[in-house]
Every structure is written in structure tokens, then in C-alpha cells.
């Protein structure tokens, strides 16, 4: 069974530049989540996909959107980068979007200088 | 609203107790997770409770009191190798979102 994978692992882009994280889930996943991790705090919660549909939203701007895919796989983007986007983004996959456990991604490192 | 506290940092001796205690104000609480997370890398879960009471996973066991809005991570034995940030979440009600908190950094000494 292959556990939720995410590319690129590090990515350095500059303020005002379009950014596409991209993951893979879980086989037999359906929903995939997506959360921001500043450094040394906990992860904070952008948005749910459950079967193509976005199923619930975090207080983050409109900048942020996300797509996923008949696969189930899912993309991140971010549009008109700023210097407080640099974070660790992380995707979680899930059986179902009524299963409470996520599995995560090893992450993508973004650095915006 | 939602808020997670949890104490920044903590400090143990290899094969020592620690207790990582996590309080929460929720409008709404379906179960909370625990999750350790090592420098640079993906949190893995280590725990999940919705009622009140003592779940026990070898040297790892999470304590809840809903009516408290209170749980708590007791690793026994500690290892080199428990040094890590951990994690409480919660799922609000109708929900199936994470709300963190800011994470505990574990420190184990020899």
C-alpha cells in the first residue's frame, strides 16, 4: 500500500510569483486535505476535498485554491505569493470525508523570498 | 470559536514518565487526536479519543474528560528517540477538519 506522497520537496519561489503544490493520496483515499505549517507552530487548516468537491474551508484568502483530481489526487495553489506564505504545506488523505483519521504527506518546504 | 493550549516545551530523562497535557475550547467536539512529529517530517498519529476515559497503546496512553475540556499524552519509558513535537487536534463538530495546537516540543536527555 503507498502512503500519501506530495512533490516538489522543497521549493524556493519570490513575492508575488504563482505556486502549484501537488499529492498524491493513500490508495483507497477519497478525501485529501491541505494544511499550512509555519515554523514552530501547529498546522493550520486550508481546505477539504471529498470526491473532486471542496468540503469545507479555512480562514485563508481567496488566493489559495486547490483542485483535485478523478484519481483523487489533489493540487495546492497559491497565486500572488508573500513573504508569510514560506511554510511547510502539508496533505493529509483520508478513507472518506466521515473518517476523523488522516494520514499524512511528508510535505513541501515553500520558502518565498 | 476554537482554542488548543498546550505547554511549548518540555524536558525528560530517558526512561522517565512525561505527562503533555492539552486543554481546548470548542463549540462543538467530535474526538481528539494526538500526533508526533519529528523535525522536517509529516506528523504520524499516535492516538484518538471521543470518550471520556484512558486509551492505552503500549508505552504511549491519552487520557480525555469532555467536561473538562482537558486531555492528556503520558509516554512511559522514555527513548532518545520520543524527542519530537506533539500535537493535540481537535475535530469540531460537523467537521472533519483538524484544529491544532501549537505543538509541545519534547526534549529526552540521557
Known amino acids: 500500500e503507498t502512503g500519501v506522497t506530495q512533490s516538489p520537496t522543497h521549493l524556493i519561489k519570490t513575492r508575488g510569483q504563482q505556486v502549484t503544490l501537488r499529492c498524491s493520496s493513500q490508495s483507497g483515499h477519497n478525501t485529501v486535505s491541505w494544511y499550512q505549517q509555519a515554523l514552530g507552530q501547529g498546522p493550520q487548516f486550508i481546505f477539504q476535498?471529498?470526491?473532486?468537491?471542496?468540503?469545507g474551508r479555512g480562514n485563508f484568502p481567496p488566493r489559495f485554491s486547490g483542485l483535485q483530481f478523478p484519481n483523487y489526487s489533489s493540487e495546492l495553489n497559491v497565486n500572488a505569493l508573500e513573504l508569510d506564505d514560506s511554510a511547510l504545506y502539508l496533505c493529509a488523505s483520508s478513507p472518506t470525508d466521515s473518517s476523523y483519521e488522516q494520514y499524512f504527506g511528508p510535505g513541501t518546504r515553500l520558502t518565498v523570498t | 470559536g476554537q482554542n488548543i493550549d498546550q505547554p511549548t516545551e518540555m524536558t525528560a530523562t530517558e526512561g522517565a514518565i512525561v505527562q503533555i497535557n492539552c486543554t481546548y475550547q470548542?463549540?462543538?467536539?467530535?474526538?481528539l487526536f494526538w500526533y508526533q512529529q519529528h523535525a522536517g517530517e509529516a506528523p504520524t498519529f499516535l492516538s484518538y479519543?471521543?470518550?471520556?476515559g484512558l486509551e492505552e497503546k503500549g508505552r504511549f496512553s491519552s487520557f480525555l474528560s469532555r467536561s473538562k475540556g482537558y486531555s492528556y499524552l503520558l509516554l512511559k519509558e522514555l527513548q532518545m528517540k520520543d524527542s519530537a513535537s506533539y500535537l493535540c487536534?481537535?475535530?469540531?463538530?460537523?467537521?472533519?477538519?483538524?484544529?491544532f495546537g501549537t505543538g509541545t516540543r519534547l526534549k529526552v536527555l540521557a
Open positions: 470548542t463549540s462543538g467536539f467530535n474526538g
Open positions: 487536534a481537535v475535530t469540531p463538530s460537523g467537521t472533519y477538519k483538524y484544529i
Open positions: 479519543n471521543v470518550l471520556d
Open positions: 476535498y471529498y470526491r473532486e468537491e471542496e468540503n
